[in-house]
């Protein structure tokens, strides 16, 4: 198995389990957030972060283009506007426009792959607005499907604190 492969398989795999989780999130509970502890994203919150937690980084990656949403180049934001605490983060308005939000990024995964060639993936080293260091292009990709991963288990959760029957193999895709 090569890079395209290996990264084509994990994102149509991980964009899948993640669909159909959102599957199971009721609008009325987009406004919800764990009761305990602090800095936590709404459900909706949530929901708008995983629509642009792996397609955006990974046209960042390939092309070097790093604009956010009202044209800020990310190279030139504070590391607070990188990471701002949760009451600042947008939401999504349904899980309609979320599910709609993720095809689109899941595209834009899909299309940055296909603009990058087995050579680039494995020597290629880029570095992260976040994370200055230098690592190829292929790992960096990886890492971004890992990122939505783990917010696709952080939904996992959330839908189990809200009282959803929700088991393992919904995490998993089984």
């Not at 917010?151 to 193999?169: D, N, R």
């Amino acid at each position: 198995m090569n890079w395209t492969e290996l990264l084509r398989h994990e994102v149509e795999y991980t964009y899948k389990v993640t669909e159909d989780l959102l599957d199971l999130v009721d609008d009325n509970k987009l406004d919800w957030k764990p009761s305990s502890g602090s800095n936590w994203m709404t459900t909706g919150k949530l929901l708008k972060h995983i629509t642009t937690s792996c397609g955006a980084c990974f046209h960042g990656f390939v092309t070097g283009d790093w604009a956010m949403p009202g044209g800020a180049d990310a190279g030139d934001l504070s590391p607070e506007d990188m990471m701002p605490s949760a009451e600042k983060l947008p939401t999504v308005g349904s899980v309609g426009e979320a599910k709609e939000l993720l095809a689109k990024d899941k595209q834009v995964a899909l299309a940055m792959l296909g603009e990058t060639d087995e050579h680039s993936l494995a020597t290629k080293a880029v570095s992260a607005p976040w994370d200055q260091s230098e690592v190829i292009l292929g790992l960096r990709l990886l890492q971004m499907i890992g990122h939505l991963n783990q917010h696709k288990g952080q939904l996992f959760y959330y839908l189990k604190l809200q009282g959803k029957p929700v088991h393992t193999g919904h995490l998993w895709g089984m």
